[in-house]
């Protein structure tokens, strides 16, 4: 595996990995485009964001954005860094999925076989994009940040922790109302080992990287950072 314990020390650095996360980002948009068209499931944590809004009465919108804020002070906890991937996250993937939703290239789906196959090649599709964006060493959105903290914390592989991780959400979700379909059973089950594989493949490992913080980054482009050259 390549040194990825002294990324983004320059500026061109930081530039070329924030355009390669936002590439990796954009490919998790049209990944959760895929899904979604399977209609066959919401993911977990759509399922834990339905069961508390039927719990609450708050809107799903603020509900996902209040559960996203709380999984950031988790991360903060934890200690794990909160870097420039972390707004990119927050603004490309929903973007991506608007953009997708409107070009309509693929219909909402109706055949049970159709789509398993196309929640499967989203899914595959997100994991790639999921390990090209956290190999950037920028940070990760807050949930991605959690998924490296706990890798971190329990000498786990990303997929087996994926798996947990996705189940404990799901139940948590059912149990308060929300709807669980084949479409999120599945998304328990695959996304973790097709996420394990495609790290297999290129050679990474999510608990090894050193993501850069704001801090980090605000003193490279900022010209304060002594490794400038």
């Not at 090894?208 to 400038?228: A, P």
């Amino acid at each position: 595996m390549k040194d990825v314990s002294n990324l983004n020390q320059t500026k061109g650095e930081i530039l070329k990995h924030s355009l390669i996360a936002a590439a990796g980002l954009f490919c998790c948009g049209i990944g959760i485009y895929l899904t979604i068209q399977a209609n066959i499931g919401v993911s977990p944590w759509d399922v834990f964001h339905q069961g508390i809004a039927g719990r609450t009465g708050m809107l799903y919108g603020n509900v996902s954005v209040i559960v996203a804020l709380i999984v950031v002070v988790v991360d903060i906890f934890l200690k794990e860094p909160i870097g420039i991937g972390m707004f990119l996250d927050a603004f490309i993937v929903g973007k991506a999925v608007d953009l997708c939703t409107r070009i309509g290239f693929l219909p909402v789906q109706t055949s049970l076989p159709a789509s398993i196959l196309w929640l499967l090649i989203g899914q595959t599709i997100t994991a790639c994009g999921i390990r090209i964006y956290m190999g950037c060493g920028l940070g990760c959105g807050p949930r991605d940040t959690l998924l490296v903290a706990l890798c971190k914390r329990t000498g786990w592989k990303i997929g087996p922790v994926t798996i947990v991780l996705y189940a404990v959400v799901t139940l948590a979700g059912w149990l308060l109302g929300g709807q669980v379909g084949i479409g999120t059973v599945l998304s328990v089950l695959y996304v973790g080992p097709a996420l394990q594989t495609v790290c297999r493949l290129t050679h990474f490992d999510a608990a090894k990287i050193v993501h850069q913080d704001l801090r980090g980054s605000w003193r490279v482009l900022t010209g304060k950072d002594e490794s400038i050259q």
